[in-house]
């Protein structure tokens, strides 16, 4: 995982971006169980965007068929957007991931707009042989 110079090796770098680009298109395509798969059995999810954090693979899942269902009601496509991922690595089988989140909602037949920007911080850790998320906190940029 590390290369001992403060640097994560490319494994680790691939297999965590692989981690984001299929949490991204699970939440966007429905796949709300693989979602909350991404997270582990007791992960959190904290954000100012939401009244209280989620936890747990079930209300994980509630959270994300709610996600899901608003944009279908509002007739809109709705992309996830992770960019910019910074990985510090303070110990074996676990990272910080520190990342720039964008939610772009397109209208069907109609225009793109940008939702909101975040950032966000994810404390991973290696279940098996995945890494999952153990905890994630949102930052809205309106809000800092």
Known sequence: MSTGTGEV????????????????????GGDTSGWAQTFTDDGEFHSPSYPEPVAGTD?????????????????????????NLAIDEPGEGAATVRAYL??????????SRLVRMTTFTDRVVRVGDRWRIARRDVRRDDAQ
């Open 9 to 28: 090796d490319a494994a680790t770098v691939a297999e965590l971006h692989q981690l984001y680009g299929r949490q991204s298109h699970f939440i966007d």
């Open 102 to 111: 964008q939610i772009v909602a397109t209208s069907i037949g109609g225009e």
């Open 59 to 83: 209300a994980l899942i509630a959270f994300a068929e709610r996600f899901h269902a608003a944009a279908r009601a509002a007739n809109e496509v709705h992309r996830h957007v992770i960019t």
